[in-house]
């Protein structure tokens, strides 16, 4: 398969996570009762310009809420035999270093005023700094990447007073009384697009994702309408059976299919977050397959 740039068009989505809230609270810590952060929403506006998608978070916080927030992470780390992404020239005030390149998929990122981005430890992009008190709403925290939309981790942290140096509490200490206390929930962030390891892009592999995303948003709630889910899983499986074949013209044909399913359904029937990530991923594959390509796939 050759690799060509996909867009060169400009769509804003707006999608939501869901948030888990990983205990109950009541519970105490070294600095009281630990807080409750579980009445916390998050919305993710996707925007693609050329061949970079923009993600921009926004946190709304609950004004039943007894904690503040104090970071946010997003899982960004690269998959095996992903499609290699040029980092270079995206938007960004901060850049994923060479350290981590080999590591995560090549993002830039910003943050609202008070708030620092930057990478972690554990491969996410991550975003601290001034706590937001219950009751108020924020944005700003952002992604840019030539990756396409996955579904990805998103984690939810408030503030904890930090222990007294001669507490004996360690830092594993420390991290095991947060993952008590914050929220675990899935939005869409970039990823690569499979290859088979030859950093070619494979549509096989890619449809194989495809309905897989379609199973993952039924059962998170993104696509309620069992109807839909059933027409979107039988396009997806034809389109499979063409790709399947080398016949990447009538993929083609049922990928068209696919997005005018989509883009026809109502709302209720499907959540954006469902919407957002499952166009952009069949119109990537509608824009890198082609009749002419069928002799290269073969191989």
Known sequence: MIFKVAFRVTVTLIVSTILIPVAAYGATYWGGE?????????????????????????????????????HITIDISKPTDGF????QSLPTAYFSGKEVLNKTVPIGMFGPNGWYPGIDYKSRAAWGGSAYTPGQN????????????????IIIWPKLIPPREDSGITFEDIEATENKVN???????PTAPPTEGDGIYSPFLHIEQII???EESATLGWIP???????????????????DGYDSASAKTELTGFISLLAQSPP?????????????????????ISPETDSILRK
């Open 268 to 288: 209720a029937a499907r959540k954006n977050e469902a919407y957002g990530l499952l166009y952009y991923n069949a119109k990537y594959m509608l824009e890198n």
């Open 183 to 189: 929220l675990v929930g899935k939005t869409i962030a």
């Open 212 to 214: 897989g995303y379609i």
């Open 34 to 70: 630990l807080p409750d952060i579980s009445n916390t929403k998050t919305d993710a506006d996707v925007t693609l310009n050329g061949d970079i998608y923009t993600f921009t978070y926004n946190i709304q916080s609950g004004s039943s809420n007894t904690g503040n927030i104090s």
């Open 225 to 243: 309408d069992a109807t839909l889910t059933a027409a979107l899983r039988a396009n997806a499986l034809l389109i499979k059976q063409a790709i």
């Open 138 to 153: 924020f944005g700003g925290l952002q992604i840019t990447s030539r990756g396409i939309p996955s579904i990805r981790e």
């Open 84 to 87: 290699p992404l040029d980092g």
